[in-house]
């Protein structure tokens, strides 16, 4: 099943589109059969593809939007990616050879590039800020291999998340269905997940974003706000994005569009 209609495309159409409660019921199915992909670009949506393609005895559940999005991997390394279903992206991270002190992870093109933004937000105004960037485009990697064949192991998922730190995960779907999945990981009481919130009608995608608080400005202030050394310090930079938030709104209920500077931001580094 190729799903390409996302609600988080409701420009002229309202809930119209997916609901990603779909994901949800393909969940309760046989993890001996069931298999869930969110690839993030276009190359990992053909690497993917050609995986699901091959494969036999299985249902293959592919959620990508139809639109055009940005490339974040070479081919290459999207079928790298996809063959280990979730990793760390190592050119939108700075913790390398450090503990991070956040995790952003991301699963969905929407959402990995909402996360993205984020990241690049927080390392602009906190350049010693540790930041991990992972995406993950298997979702069943989030539950043990007990529970699914695709599971990362303990060791894996602690390597990945971390077992102290916290994580901020945007997710295309409903954000219980991350918790669902992860419950029994160490680090599960430090995994907040921003997912759909059943916010919106129809809406330019950053305000729809916003609503559902899954946009760049609401992830950047959460990560304030669990990192302590920036509770305080992150005072001032909070206060933008609020401001930011609301230039947004405005804007696109002026235009009924979303501003150039959002809608055509490329990662900067």
Not at 27 to 42: A, E, G, Q, W
Not at 225 to 253: F, M, S, T, W
Request: with cysteine.
């Amino acid at each position: 099943m190729l799903i390409t209609s996302t609600v988080w495309r409701q420009d002229h159409n309202g809930f119209t589109h997916q609901d990603p409660g779909f994901l949800d019921v393909v969940v309760n199915k046989s993890p001996t059969v069931t298999r869930i992909y969110l690839p993030p670009d276009s190359n990992c949506l053909m690497a993917v593809a050609d995986h699901c393609l091959r494969s036999t005895d299985n249902i293959n559940v592919i959620v990508c939007d139809k639109q055009q999005h940005l490339q974040f991997l070479d081919m290459d390394a999207a079928i790298s990616h996809c063959r280990k279903g979730v990793g760390i992206w190592d050119w939108a991270s700075n913790d390398a050879g450090h503990v991070p002190d956040v995790v952003m992870a991301s699963c969905g093109d929407i959402a990995t590039q909402e996360a993205l933004a984020a990241t690049a937000i927080l390392r602009a105004h906190f350049p010693d800020l540790k930041v991990r960037f992972v995406n993950v485009v298997d979702l069943y990697t989030m539950t043990p291999p007990r529970e699914h064949p695709h599971g990362l192991s303990d060791r894996d998922f602690d390597s990945l998340f971390t077992t102290d730190r916290p994580v901020i995960f945007n997710f295309h779907g409903y954000p219980w269905l991350v918790h669902r999945l992860a419950y029994r990981r160490h680090n599960h009481d430090n995994l907040h997940v921003r997912g759909y919130k059943e916010k919106g009608n129809i809406n330019t995608p950053l305000e729809l974003a916003i609503d559902n608080e899954v946009d760049r400005f609401s992830l950047a202030i959460d990560v304030i706000d669990r990192v302590p050394r920036l509770q305080v310090a992150g005072a001032h930079v909070k206060e933008r994005l609020r401001n930011l938030q609301i230039e947004c709104r405005n804007y696109a209920h002026e235009h009924g569009i979303d501003r150039p500077a959002e809608r055509d931001w490329k990662w900067p580094y």
